[in-house]
Nanobody
Framework: VQLQASGGGLVQAGGSLRLSCAASGRTFSGYAVGWFRQAPGKEREFVAALSWNGGNTYYADNLKGRFAISRENAQNTVALQMNSLKPEDTAVYYC?????????????????WGQGTLVTVSS
């Protein structure tokens, strides 16, 4: 499964961005999808995840209420809506997928990874 993340860019603090993750040549049916991010000089961290049937979502505690993960376009893409962005949200954001319905916060649980999209939040 090839994943393509898009939607990153430069935004002022307090603004919003919507990232999208598309699976090349297929839908996400049967796959749990997660978003992760890596800020400069920091380790990769979990952001949010969605079960393949869309029934379960999970968020990093510090992002609850500001970020929302969802499926759209008949499961062809998974979106990450990011609101009230802060400079500390600046990072490269990656989407990842794993077969099955279970969602995990650990990156090593995900088999497929996209190339990442850069989000820069200015103060």
């Amino acid at each position: 499964v090839q994943l393509q993340a898009s939607g990153g860019g430069l935004v002022q603090a307090g603004g919003s961005l919507r990232l999208s993750c598309a699976a090349s040549g297929r839908t996400f049916s049967g796959y749990a999808v997660g978003w992760f991010r890596q800020a400069p000089g920091k380790e990769r961290e979990f952001v949010a995840a969605l079960s393949w049937n869309g029934g379960n979502t999970y968020y990093a505690d510090n992002l609850k209420g500001r970020f929302a993960i969802s499926r759209e376009n008949a499961q062809n893409t998974v979106a990450l809506q990011m609101n009230s962005l802060k400079p500390e949200d600046t990072a490269v954001y990656y989407c990842a997928a794993r077969p099955g319905n279970n969602i995990f916060t650990a990156g090593h649980e995900y088999r497929y990874w996209g190339q990442g999209t850069l989000v820069t939040v200015s103060s």
